[in-house]
Every structure is written in C-alpha cells, then in structure tokens.
C-alpha cells in the first residue's frame, strides 16, 4: 500500500478508536445519571415517609397534650372530693 494509503487508513483507525472510547464515556454518563435518579427518587421518597410520621407523631401528641388538659381539671375534682370525704370522717 502507498504511504497516504496508509496514512488515511491510520487517521480512520485513530478516529474510531476514539469514537468508541467517547461512546464509552457516553453510555458510563447515562448509567451514572440513571443511578443518580434513583438515588434522588429514593431520597424523595424517604423524605415524604419521614414528613408523614413527622405529621402522625404532632398529631399523636397534640392529642395527648389534650387529653392531658382535660384530665387535670377532673383529677383537681377527685381530689377536692377524697379531701372533702376525709375530712368529713
């Protein structure tokens, strides 16, 4: 083969080897972003499970603290009502 032959032949070769490793570098790219949106969707996830247990628990203890409230005044009365049968004696 003439040398421009060869020459040209040896450009080509260049040029595919480094379309195939920019291929490469494309398709690890799109895995990587895949796996990111994973992760990112998980992380979503998780924080909207977390936000809904965050929002049982101050509903969960907004009931509690009620139902505290209501308990003193009636307590208050028990034992209004033992002292006053204690002192009756």
Known sequence: ???????????????????????LRHADGDRARATLETELSLMREDRHQLARQIDE??????????????????????????RTSLAHR
């Not at 083969?1 to 291929?23: G, I």
């Not at 628990?57 to 307590?75: K, N, W």
Request: aromatic share 0%.
């Open 1 to 23: 083969m003439s040398d421009p032959v060869r020459d040209a032949l040896a450009r080509l070769s260049t040029a595919l080897d480094k379309l195939d490793a920019v291929s």
């Open 57 to 82: 628990e101050r509903a969960s203890r907004t009931l509690a603290e009620s139902s505290l409230g209501d308990l003193a005044p009636r307590i208050d009365r028990a034992i209004a009502a033992i």
